[in-house]
């Protein structure tokens, strides 16, 4: 106790988002947390998002899942797309900040609770192997091993693979996506005795039109998976 005070006092904890002082690790100082979009209230069943009205207990759905029905059963997420959380995603994804994967993984893991049975296998969507060798590590890989210690769940980093390498979607418009996604994604041979008849967590860092996580889920129930669930970071939402 008397190191961990001095290494404190040495090493005081900052915010994972601005670097400025907060009372515990993995915190973030009063000014980031106002600024940063957790979602909470009523939200969309099927990808997480929230939507207006107080939340009576019923299930509903956003606009988009609405009108692109899902292939998954159950979605949720913990962040919106913006301010303080796309600064969070950028700096996992292109900034290597691998240390944020605990904290955010956490906030996952709370999130995604209701969603986990006793057998729930946890699958991140997959990155071309280019692009893994690029980045040197794949930002949902990260986040569904932490999260499976979270949660107590397995986990398969490799139960997707995606031999088809896509373009980048950045910009790319809904039906854009879901024509160059299309087949993109499968499961990995060796790891289909793993997903057969088993409910699936699939993990991903940011959800725009959701072209990628059905692909990935059209993959794992053609593997005979029970049901997918997802659990992704952040939303991108409609700004009013």
């Known amino acids: 106790m008397r190191l961990q005070s001095v290494i404190q006092a040495i090493y005081p904890f900052s915010c994972v988002a601005c670097d400025a002082p907060v009372e515990g690790a993995h915190g973030l100082c009063a000014g980031c947390w106002s600024d940063t979009g957790f979602i909470s209230g009523t939200i969309c069943d099927a990808c997480g998002a929230p939507l207006p009205g107080e939340n009576d207990g019923s299930v ?18 913990v962040l919106t797309y913006q301010d303080v959380g796309r600064r969070l995603v950028l700096a996992l994804k292109h900034g290597d900040r691998t240390d944020l994967v605990p904290t955010l993984a956490g906030w996952m893991a709370k999130a995604a609770r209701e969603l986990v049975a006793d057998d729930t296998l946890i699958v991140p969507v997959p990155l071309h192997w280019t692009r893994l060798l690029r980045r040197r590590f794949n930002q949902a890989g990260l986040l569904a091993q932490s999260l499976g210690r979270a949660l107590g769940c397995e986990v398969c980093v490799d139960a997707l693979l995606r ?19 299309g087949g993109a ?9 793993l997903v057969k008849g088993r409910p699936i967590l699939l993990v991903d860092d940011v959800m725009t039109s959701g072209a990628t996580l059905s692909a990935a889920s059209e993959a794992l129930l053609a593997a005979g998976a029970a049901k997918v669930s997802i659990v992704i970071l952040a939303r991108v939402v409609k700004r009013p």
């Open 163 to 181: 031999p088809k390498r896509t373009v980048l979607l950045d910009g790319h418009g809904r039906d854009a996506r879901f024509a160059v996604l």
């Open 185 to 193: 994604i499968t499961v990995h041979p060796k790891r289909r005795h």
């Open 60 to 77: 509903v759905h956003c606009d988009d899942c609405l009108t692109t029905p899902r292939p998954w059963a159950h979605g949720r997420a």
